[in-house]
Nanobody, 116 residues
Framework: QVHLVESGGGLVQPGGSLRLSCATS????????MSWYRKAPGKERELVKR????????YTSDSVKGRFTISRDNAKKTLYLEMNDLNVEDTGVYYC?????????WGLGTQVTVSA
């Protein structure tokens, strides 16, 4: 059974940083690409970053270029999102995502709030 559990969100001031983690279980982590999405208030869920199974970044949203870094530790079965120079538009719920064949798996998300 696939489990994705995000953590690391919180309240941060503009210009600040956060590191999100997604602990996984129930599948072979090292064989699967992973993604981070976010859902801002009043907006559609947006793909932020995607990483290959071996750690190559394969997609970056224009809105986070130069500020966010996706990475993974295959030994720990954990996905990360390093977020720097945060601004109020980065506020939202951040989700870890796995696509295996036709099936999508989502975590419950972690709230990131950027506010002065």
């Amino acid at each position: 059974q696939v489990h994705l559990v995000e953590s690391g969100g919180g309240l941060v001031q503009p210009g600040g940083s956060l590191r999100l983690s997604c602990a996984t279980s129930g599948f072979i982590f090292s064989e699967n690409g992973m993604s981070w999405y976010r859902k801002a208030p009043g907006k559609e869920r947006e793909l932020v970053k995607r990483i290959s199974n071996v750690g190559n970044t394969v997609y970056t949203s224009d809105s986070v270029k130069g500020r966010f870094t996706i990475s993974r530790d295959n030994a720990k079965k954990t996905l990360y999102l390093e977020m720097n120079d945060l601004n109020v538009e980065d506020t939202g719920v951040y989700y870890c995502h796995l696509q295996m064949g036709l099936t999508s798996y989502w975590g419950l998300g972690t709230q990131v709030t950027v506010s002065a």
